[in-house]
């Protein structure tokens, strides 16, 4: 038996230890938006966050999340209460087809929470490791550059107020 935090809240799977954990969140727990892309952690549709790292979960057996905590994009935010870069993916129109935009904007949350002011040559670096077969690479830049400065606005608001 394997325990582990999915999205805040504590879960037990008697999975195969070597299953990869993309398929064991597809299939055991019935969360859909992380996808199957090339099965070798190379495109970055299958990017979770593990402790709150991105990684590619196609390839995470999940005996390799006992007793940590997983986020997948269902976790990041809700319908009700978007997580900002879910926000300015809608604001941008940044999807095409939409397959990778998960794994996008799972790498781009540890991103900004790692870096929270990344330069551009900083976004092109930490999301090379993401494909987009439909090319909306400079919309994905512009988004998580506009979270960014969002968030810096936000935080020099505040010390102003303080």
């Known amino acids: 038996m394997i325990e582990f935090m999915l999205n805040g809240v504590s879960v037990r799977t008697d999975d195969d230890p070597?299953?990869?954990?993309?398929?064991?969140?597809?299939?055991?727990?019935?969360?859909?938006?992380?996808?199957?892309?090339?099965?070798?952690g190379l495109c970055g549709a299958c990017t979770m966050h593990?402790?709150?790292?991105?990684?590619?979960?196609?390839?995470?057996?999940?005996?390799?999340?006992?007793?940590?905590?997983?986020?997948?994009?269902e976790g990041l935010g809700t319908p009700d209460n978007l997580h900002p870069?879910?926000?300015?993916?809608?604001?941008?129109?940044v999807p095409q087809c939409g397959y990778c935009q998960s794994g996008q904007i799972m790498s781009a949350a540890a991103l900004l929470e790692?870096?929270?002011n990344p330069?551009?040559?900083?976004?092109?670096?930490?999301?090379?490791?993401?494909?987009?077969?439909?090319?909306?690479?400079?919309?994905?830049?512009?988004?998580i550059l506009n979270v960014s400065a969002q968030k810096l606005a936000y935080n020099a608001m505040d010390e102003v107020n303080a």
């Open 18 to 40: 070597n299953t990869p954990l993309l398929w064991v969140i597809r299939d055991t727990f019935k969360l859909k938006g992380s996808k199957f892309g090339c099965g070798a």
């Open 50 to 73: 593990v402790d709150g790292e991105a990684n590619r979960t196609c390839i995470l057996p999940i005996s390799a999340v006992a007793g940590r905590h997983v986020t997948t994009i």
């Open 85 to 93: 870069l879910q926000e300015e993916w809608v604001a941008l129109s």
């Open 114 to 116: 790692n870096n929270p």
């Open 119 to 143: 330069t551009a040559d900083e976004v092109d670096a930490a999301m090379s490791g993401n494909i987009c077969r439909c090319g909306c690479y400079v919309r994905i830049k512009d988004a």
